[in-house]
């Protein structure tokens, strides 16, 4: 399964019963809620990459792209806008990209 075919389906889910999808179910708590499962589910990734367990990060790396998908979703931001600042921040070193943005 590839990223958009995963967005794709997240989204078809998202007017689905909540009752029968975990995707519904989530969404129709809120942004905050998706937010912060993605943040739970992302602290188990690092705890996996500390631990060396490339089976487990692989799990919780598959966890972390579903639930940011859902997250983005939530927002209704779409992978192809993510995609397309991906692709704007392209040949740009990460050093000179990073200092371009605004000191808020």
């Known amino acids: 399964m590839t990223l958009d075919e995963l967005a794709h389906t997240i989204a078809a889910r998202a007017g689905a019963d909540p009752d029968e999808s975990w995707t519904a179910r989530l969404l129709a708590k809120g942004p905050e809620k998706c937010a912060e499962?993605?943040?739970?589910?992302?602290?188990?990734?690092?705890?996996?990459?500390v631990k060396g367990d490339r089976a487990r990060l692989a799990s919780e790396a598959a966890d972390v792209l579903f639930h940011l998908l859902v997250m983005l979703q939530s927002r209704g931001v779409t992978l192809a806008e993510v995609m397309a600042e991906l692709a704007r921040r392209q040949g740009t070193s990460g050093l000179t990209e990073k200092a371009s943005r605004s000191k808020d």
Request: hydrophobic share 55%; net charge negative.
């Open 37 to 49: 499962k993605f943040g739970e589910e992302a602290v188990e990734a690092i705890i996996e990459a």
